[in-house]
Each structure stands twice: as structure tokens, then as C-alpha cells.
């Protein structure tokens, strides 16, 4: 039984399930999608999400703690150049994952873990925000007053000629 374990361990020493969590969030960062297990995808969430949330603040220091868990220049450098200004305005939820199905030669469940706002396809088919149409009745109000009066006295000056 599992009660209270927090993490999951993948079914590997702390070594190893560290430098498996910095190259799929290396390769996550730089791909910006990745197929994986479902296990590794929501281990992986909750690893890189914190990264990616101390990339908002591109300072020496959040970088050097970025590449402590990343251990890729790389991967560090597109981390803060690319992605944290893209992702500058949302509060969290960085990462979807996506249930794939299952793997053929072992029937383990697949996912695709991807980054949220690195998707063309989801972007596209989103609906945008129309721009408000603003109307501007006074404008128009105020416009045709203004032409009525030239266009009135020409008129009468026109006319009063021929009475004569």
C-alpha cells in the first residue's frame, strides 16, 4: 500500500528517477510535446510546471535553480527566452496531458504531454475574442447637424434670386 507517498517513484532509485524527470523536461521544453507514459507525463507535470513558473523571473539566480534540475543550457535558454514570455500573463496549468491509449508491446497507457500554449492546432480552433465594435452614434448625430445648416442656406441663397 501506498498511503501517504506523495510522489511517484516510477519504480526507480532517486538517481535515476531525477535524471529521467530532467531529460523528458528537456525534451519537453525544446519539442514542446512529447508521447510518453502516463505515469511519467503526470510525474513530469508536476516537475517541470514549478520550472516553468520560476522562469517568469529571468534573474540570475531562478536561472542557475532552473539549470539544477534541468542540467541542459539548452533547454535553460529556451526555457527563458521562448517559453516564459509566452506564458508570462497565465497563473498556472502550463502543461495537457492527453490519454493516448495503449502501447503495443507492452499495453502500457500512453500520453502525450505537451505545452499548453505551444499548440497551433488547440490556438487555431479556439474561438478568438472579437474586437468590440464600438459605435460612435453621437459622432454621427453631431456630423449630420453640422452639414444640414451649410447645405439649408445655400439653398435660400439660390432660391431668393429667382423670387426676385
Known amino acids: ?15 535515476h528517477r531525477k535524471a529521467l524527470l530532467a531529460n523528458l523536461a528537456s525534451s519537453l521544453i525544446l519539442k514542446k510535446r512529447i508521447t ?14 514549478p520550472l516553468i513558473t520560476k522562469s517568469k523571473d529571468d534573474s540570475t539566480h531562478s536561472r542557475r535553480v532552473v539549470f539544477s534540475y534541468l542540467k541542459d543550457k539548452n533547454a535553460v535558454a529556451e ?9 508570462a500573463d497565465r497563473p498556472g496549468g502550463y502543461t495537457r496531458v492527453l490519454h493516448l491509449g495503449f502501447r ?8 502525450l504531454i505537451e505545452l499548453v500554449d505551444f499548440n497551433e492546432a488547440a490556438l487555431a480552433s ?16 453631431a456630423e449630420a447637424k453640422v452639414e444640414e445648416p451649410v447645405e439649408a442656406p445655400a439653398e435660400a441663397a439660390a432660391e431668393e434670386p429667382k423670387a426676385e
Not at 79 to 87: E, G, N, S, Y
Open 1 to 15: 500500500m501506498r498511503h501517504n507517498r506523495s510522489i511517484n517513484h516510477l519504480g526507480r532509485q532517486a538517481g
Open 36 to 49: 510518453t507514459t502516463v505515469a511519467k507525463a503526470k510525474a513530469l507535470k508536476t516537475y517541470v510546471e
Open 79 to 87: 526555457l527563458f527566452r521562448t517559453v516564459a514570455p509566452k506564458i
Open 104 to 111: 503495443q508491446g507492452d499495453a502500457a497507457e500512453m500520453a
Open 126 to 141: 479556439a474561438p478568438k475574442a472579437a474586437a468590440k465594435k464600438t459605435t460612435r452614434r453621437s459622432t454621427k448625430k
